[in-house]
């Protein structure tokens, strides 16, 4: 092995090593090399190389493996016309399944695989096993090379004369750099700048609080001690175009805490007869919270069990929420409805930078 | 029952078991002393409530008080309704085996339907509240499958899972499968929230929307539910899907690998 | 005349060859590669597990995109999938949908092209592994090895933009979930969110923009290393394992065309067709009972595909740190794992560079190491798996703590100190190991293997015979070389001036002492070691 590569500050003495790797060459072990490279071992004949009738034997195996194939093909077809794709059966382990899915599955992976398999068993047992050793190349170029390309290298940066004429030089590098910055500047419609959009939410103060099972406006009588409830702020209709979005920040849980169970102040406050509505955006990153322990009032994220305590302020108990739940304050209206007493006080769902 | 059976060596077990001698024996006291205020009507209906205080004596009041009032060992029970009884009794919740564990689990009922009736009957006379649904009311007639499949994913597959295979709470808590769970007794669970499950009152789920939801467990999550694409690989999601890949996808691929590179058999040497 | 003849009577084949070769010179290719060497070993068919399997997610992907609409318009789905009859959902859900129940074969080409590509990057996870473990990364291959590294990644991401594209509950919700973690970004997280999502979360954009991502601009990256990847393979040959005739010089084993072709070629129809029975048999993602994507619904066990799973599990283990200041908020609780996530992949990325600069060994390598004969590389590799596999556990938290009957905030507690502590026992553990299985080694070379048989001797003494290794055998478990840990070198040079040694120098010296000094690695037998038991064989 030559060292000529390894800088010699680099070296690791491993000279220690040298003499067993010097043996490479060595194929007689002797006194000095104990454990010499013996070589290549001598080819021994696999049952086929020497048993004509073993070779016919592995030559019907493989076309067996290929008729198969054919047919399972040939009953992919089949399967295909004739089962009906919504025909359902009973495969015992498996359940009630889609019958076609199953022939289809099982008829192309039986074809493919038969394919696979005669190929293998092909070269494995027909085509020689002789094992042959090929030469490497070292990958790095020889130094007449080297000297070459760096000669061809100058002589080329010489003619262009980039090195001399400056000017030339600057002003390409600058063009370079510019010219990148109008496809920057062309993703800018991607989206609107952020403004004061994860700030605001539909709510606001009158709106009633609608419940979002029975599309309803929602009555504090309706809401009993331990029930779990999602509302919706009124005027917000599945299919309305800005669904999605507005629900994504508007969408409500309500429940009901007996009053002298509310731990924290400002909660009781916004509270109505202990029926709380809190924000039901997480606010790690921003999954529908709503694992409510009714026992316990504690709420889980079903995504990183980020635990809110609801007769504390909804304030973080465990996992990787910063913040707490924000609350919505509500309140009854004239006609006995609940209703928002105005927005959110921050902003809803995942923090961010600009949050504060 | 795993849990008990290895707190029975425990130094404070004996001492349990005195207590809840104790208790047996308070509750069958109770059942003969003449304190309870008999009505005057000899009803069916109160027939049937002595019956269920009787039971009640014997199986619920070690922990839930002699009156349904509650102790420290269970919650009041006034006002719980029938159905709250029908669902934990009939799901074998209650009597609860220890009052120790997270949650306590469902497992065999050990009451007929008739003492379960009884016992209703005879907490529901504690005081209001909601009474055992009736067919009608969770059958499949009239129900939209895919209007509870919509409710279902708003109100309960947070907890519950997609299909309702359940998933985790707090502190070894857990929301169970609800996979055999009868008709009846979802309909029960939802109105009354059992444990730390909050309730879901008619007045914010009506009756229809509980049926819908009924009716949509149905058709993705019983034993005639259909799976197109094969095994169901529990219905867990990701989880379950990434290991099935890496053992039997990845796995059977190894094991093809390593048939494709073994060396062939080679002739004996004779 | 006569070789006139003979050139008309040419084969069909051979003119096409020839017509070929005057156009494009294949002859010249032919020559370097038809007979190819490549050395058969399972786990060399590994990264030709990756390769299929990306050839069947382009061929079912192709497919696919046939009947799939890459669009958010809402619409009312009225198909064959009763329990979800007139309900609101995007155009992909519903397309989706078609496919999976309309389309005669479309459930069975989405599942391969799912379960392929779960196969895929589980694959390339191990084939990193077993080009880890046995130094195959080693000068010349450091740039192949990046190149597979850049495949796993963007192979992450590409499932990821993959399994978003239906639309549906569970995807939704990791997309939400990504939206709240490009939201932690200081500064410009606001801005890449809402120009990602075109506005607001979710918007009606997001699932055309992955579409594209998806189909086009990944795999248009992943395509271009792949070749790269195979043509390096080419190029540099194929490394081997130590073993009786094989060098750092050769490559021993059988030729491409006919052995290589045949197996290599099987292997592609027995990896598809193992996948295709997989999708027959398994279903995977089944969006229809997840339901379409509304940013208020959720399910319980919300999980990503399992190559994001660590991501998953590292943004559950941590504590929810969140630092308000100056009217901004930096939400660390989110952000931390976001960094660590890259910091996390990067460090097994650059690896290689690290060991080289610690061996300061600039010689290539075609000869694969044991993971026993490398055991602070094994140390670190077993270290790094171990924590990548805790981190899958903590993404998976809420099934354990259901399946195994735990708490989940013990199985978060647990996450959370085994992720610092796991790495640091699976090191010193594996390192013992590895100089255990030395140690055994070096004692079958020098006193032959155990086999069991008990002798008496003459004088009523037992022992147990061992017999001496095959020369084949004694040269394979002495071939590995063995560093000597680098010293800094001397501190004056040859005119008596003293030189400053260099903070990094130290390091390496450190590093090195501690990869290849005293105890962490057994010297292999030495010539005079063997001579001296062998000579004295026969007493004992």
Known sequence: ????????????????????????????????????????????????????????????????????????????????????????????????????????????????????????????????????????????????????????????????????????????????????????????????????????????????????????????????????????????????????????????????????????????????????????????????ISLYEQQTHHVLCPCHQSTFDLSDGARVIFGPAGHALPQLRIGVNDEGYLEALGDFEEPVGPAFWERG | MKKLSARRRHPLAALVVLLLALACTGGLYAVFAPTSPAKADETAQSLTIEEGKKLYSVGCAS???????????????????????????????????????????????????????????????????????????????????????????????????????????????????????????????????PQNMPSFPDTTLSEENKKDIIAYLDAVNSDKTESPGGLELGGLGPVSEGLFGWIFGLGGLIAVAVWVAARTAKAKKS | MSTAQERRKAPAGERVADWADGRLGIYSLAKANMRKIFPDHWSFMLGEICLYSFIIIILTGVYLTLFFHPSMNEVEYHGSYVPLQGQLMSEAFASTLDISFDVRGGLLIRQIHHWAAIIFLAGMFVHMMRVFFTGAFRKPREINWMFGFLLFVLGMFTGFTGYSLPDDLLSGTGVRFTQGAILSVPIVGTYISMFLFGGEFPGTDFVARFYSIHILLLPGIMLGLVVGHLILVFYHKHTQFAGPGRTNKNVVGMPLLPVYMAKAGGFFFLVFGVIS???????????????????????????????????????????????????????????????????????????????????????????LDRPRNAPTRTGVGVAWVTGYIIMLIG?????????????????????????????????????????????????????????????????????????????????????????????????????????????SEKLRAKLSESYYGEGAQIPKPTAEEYREITSGHGHH
């Open chain 1, 1 to 288: 092995m030559s060292s000529q590569d390894i800088p010699e500050e680099n070296l690791p003495a491993e000279h220690a090593g040298r003499d067993e790797h010097g043996h490479d060459a060595v194929s007689v072990p002797d006194d000095k090399h104990p454990f010499a490279d013996p070589g290549l071992p001598p080819h021994e004949h696999r049952v086929q190389d020497v048993d004509e009738r073993a070779a016919k034997r592995s030559e019907r195996s493989v076309a067996l493996l290929f008729t198969v194939s054919m047919l399972a093909t040939v009953a992919f077809i089949a399967a295909f016309v004739a089962i009906p794709v919504d025909k359902s059966v009973f495969i015992f382990p498996l359940g009630h399944i889609s019958a076609l899915n199953f022939a289809l599955g099982m008829t192309l992976g039986i074809a493919l695989f038969c394919i696979g398999a005669g190929a293998v068993h092909w070269a494995r047992t027909l085509m020689s096993d002789v094992e042959v050793a090929d030469e490497r190349h070292a990958i790095a170029a020889t130094p007449e090379v080297r000297e070459k390309v760096f000669a061809d290298f100058k002589q080329g940066a010489k003619e262009s004369a980039l090195g001399r004429r400056k000017l030339i030089r600057n002003t390409m590098l600058g063009a370079l750099t510019l010219v990148p910055l109008s496809g920057v500047v062309l993703l800018r419609d991607l989206g609107p700048l952020p403004g004061t959009k994860l700030r605001h939410t539909l709510w606001s103060k009158g709106k009633l609080l609608v419940n979002m099972n029975t599309n309803e406006p929602l009555r504090p009588s309706d809401v009993a001690v331990g029930s779990l409830t999602f509302a919706k702020p009124e005027g917000l209709e599945e299919h309305d175009h800005e669904f999605q979005n507005e629900i994504a920040k508007a969408a409500l849980m309500i429940v009901r805490i007996q009053p002298e169970n509310i731990k924290d102040k400002r909660e009781l406050e916004w509270s109505h007869e202990g029926i709380v509505a809190y924000s039901k955006i997480c606010t790690h990153v921003g999954c529908p």
């Open chain 2, 63 to 193: 922990c839930h008080g002699t009156g349904g009032q509650g102790t420290s060992d269970g919650p009041s029970l006034v006002g719980v309704g029938a159905a709250a009884v029908d669902f934990q009794v009939g799901t074998g919740r209650m009597p609860a085996a220890t009052s120790q564990g997270p949650q306590v689990p469902a497992k065999k009922n050990i009451y007929s339907q008739a003492e379960i009736d009884q016992l209703a009957a005879y907490i529901a006379s504690l005081g209001a509240g909601p009474s055992v649904p009736t067919e009608e009311q969770y059958g499949p007639e009239g129900a939209d499958i895919a209007e509870g499949g919509e409710l279902f994913r708003t109100n309960c597959a947070q907890c519950h899972n997609f299909t309702g295979k359940g998933g985790a709470l707090t502190h070894g808590k857990y929301a169970p499968t609800l996979e055999g769970v009868s008709a009846k007794h979802l309909y029960e669970a939802m109105q009354t929230g």
């Open chain 3, 277 to 367: 029975a997989l999708a027959g048999i398994a279903t995977i993602n089944p969006i229809w009972v997840l339901g379409p994507y509304r940013p208020d619904q959720v399910s319980t066990g919300a999980q990503p595909d399992w190559y994001m799973g660590f991501a998953e599990g590292l943004i559950r283990a941590m504590p929810g740190w969140e630092v308000n200041f100056w009217g901004h908020t930096l939400v660390l609780g989110v952000f931390i794992p976001l960094v660590l996530f890259g910091v996390f992949l990067g460090i097994i990325a650059l690896y290689p560079f690290i060991e080289s600069w610690v061996t300061g060994d600039k010689r290539e390598h075609h000869i």
């Open chain 3, 395 to 503: 993404g998976g938290n809420d099934i354990v703590a259901t399946h195994f009957h735990l708490s989940i905030n013990t199985v978060t507690w647990f996450v959370r100190i085994g992720f610092f502590l796991g790495p640091v026992v699976a090191f010193i553990v594996t390192k013992r190991i590895c100089l255990g299985l030395q140690r055994r080694d070096k004692e079958k070379v020098l006193h032959g293997r155990e086999s069991g048989i008990i002798k008496r001797l003459p004088h009523g003494e037992f022992i147990e015979v061992h017999e001496p290794l095959s020369q084949e055998q004694m040269y394979t478990l002495t071939a590995h070389e063995q560093y000597q840990p680098a010293e800094i070198g001397p501190t004056v040079d040859e005119n008596g001036v003293e030189r400053k040694v260099k903070g």
